[in-house]
């Protein structure tokens, strides 16, 4: 069988148009590398419900699943005994990671598939939102970082195309001191 490589190409552009549908949800989880997908998400916060039981409500559970990412629930020094508690929900890193297992995603890339949510979310919250779980080292290097800049400084952050560009440039520098230092 000969084969015309001009002719698997625009047959490939031509199937991508028409099935761009089919395409997107093949894609799936790979889309966008180390980002759990909505579904996933969802998920996780529904086990998390489940786990709490039917008093747990899911804003209550929205609020203490983004305090805790926000402060470090994606990082392995964190203890799993952590937890915050609001109104009808109380929740621990452990529940958390113990749900994305089931999922088959980290808390990482849970923490990334919410990355937005979680962002408005703090900057709603103003002065009384946590800062991200990189502020403490942010501030050692970048000079007199505002309350917003702060909120952002969160490890899951680094990819989201809303973060402040002083943020971002930050975190990318920071990523590649700890991980890609030869």
Sequence with gaps: MAVNLYDIFEQAKEMAVNEASNIDKALGESRSVGEASPEKCNKVIEGIAKELGSNAQLTHIFFVVSFLLQRGATSDKTPGTTKIAYGTATVTVEMIKKHCRT???TARQFARGLKQKI???MLTLGAEAPEGNL?????????????EELIWASDFQTYNENCPARVKNWLVKNYRQRFRSS
Excluded: C, S, V, W
């Design 119 to 121: 962002a408005e979310f």
């Design 103 to 105: 999922e088959k995603i």
């Design 135 to 147: 502020a403490k080292t942010m501030k050692l290097e970048i000079k007199n970082p505002t309350k």
